[in-house]
């Protein structure tokens, strides 16, 4: 093979891979923009090396037996399976101004005139579905699937608040396919999160994996317990075909029955003129409930859209402009690591500080030990750091150029920094545990949940109270505290008599707020 062939072979295992680690288990490793760039130039070099698609993998089934489909798959075998009516492809995706005014181009001289009417809405990024009604009342929601078909996700989005399950309206159509995303808000998320570091379960990366976790969790009981959130925006199939004029009159028409849709729509009668709506969103959507990373612009008009027809793998008649998530270079000064109370150990990155997307950040999550061992960082290098979903900071590349000759690999710890016992890690897990159930940091993290509102709700009784009644040898367990009197308090920074009763007594009536309250600790 060339290697040219060898290169493509290479990508090609590594869509294959992010697509399983995206779209079936919902925890990525790489950024969606580092995605992008991959599949891009899978997809150049294909259009050089087979300019017919005479190779292509499709027809070349990986190891776990599932073919390259052109938009990934997430359907899993547990789920029922549904056949779209119209198939629900990605669409082309562009970070420069000047592929869209190209996408414009070939419009025009497609139609052969110098304007053409567009309309452009938010990207979002969540979980596709597709919501069918037939006369008016809900029938099923599907994900997208491999874009032919998808899973039956219904029964975990009937507890799903803004989504009507029958629409009144004298202008229904008979059948019609709406497209959208489902989303979670960051408070849901962080709560999610906390109930699974209580349960030592792994934690998800951000809303959205958390999302796709949830349509797909096989207990409707349990999806309805975790809230989630619609936003619709598409158009599938509809029935009369006629029914809608354009994009335009779709918006219109859901938002007066009432379902859930984006707050930005812009009309453009140009590209200029949609340009300029798109540097106008990238302005305002950091105000919208869910997460946006890009502006679509459609042809408005549905006949317009039907001649210009699809390709293989996305609609000729609509592009997505993506904005650059936010991005600093520092130096990462050093990397700790962080003991959760359940013995976690998790990398952080220290980093100088650098300002992004409007706040301070000195520290940026690494992960574990075979994400830093995988992008090769290293104490003292150049990195480039990312607002990955513009919540948490995440390191996303080394600069090589930059490093320093005398720089050597990170060497992962192999005791407890807290407290020297060695650390261990189960087959299949990525992350190391102190297994020390004394280990300080362990305790100290136990007795701030014990403590905290969401807990036992005990006054007085602060993280900096919990730091010094562990580091003294006070507390090495929970039971501990109703040991403690008066006086172990008094010989704490900052108690006097008062302070010390108050913490004292505090204590004392939490015990009486029942075993189930104990229990969740
Ligand atoms: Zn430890």
Redo the contacts with the bound molecule.
Sequence with gaps: MSGGEDRLEELRGLVRDHDRRYYRDASPIISDREYDLIKREMEDLEAELDPLGLFKAEDSPDLIGFPVPAVGDDRLEEFVSHRHLVPMLSLDNTYDQKEFFDFDQRLRKLFDRSELPYVVEPKIDGVAVSITYEGGILKTAVTRGNGVEGDVITQNLMHVDSLPHDLTSFELPEILEIRGEIYMNHEEFVRLNELRERDGLPLYANPRNLAAGTVKLLDPKEAATRKLEIVLYGMGACIPESHFPSQSAFHEAIRKWSLPTVEFLRSASSANEAWQAILELDELRHGYGYPTDGAVIKLDPIEMQRQAGATAKAPRWAIAYKFESERQETVLEDIVLQ?GRT?TVTPVACLRPVQLAGTTVSRASLHNADEIARKDIRVGDFVVVEKAGEIIPQVVEVVAAKRQTDSTPYLFPSS??????GLEREDGEAAWR?P?PE????VKGRLKYFASRGCMDIDHLGEAVIEQLVDLGKAKRISDLYTLGKEDFLALDGFAEKSAENLFNSIASSKNKGLARLLCA
Excluded at 416 to 421: G, K, L, S
Excluded at 439 to 442: A, D, I, N, S
């Design positions: 003991v013995g407890c920094p807290v407290c020297a016992r102190c020390n280990c300080p940091e362990q």
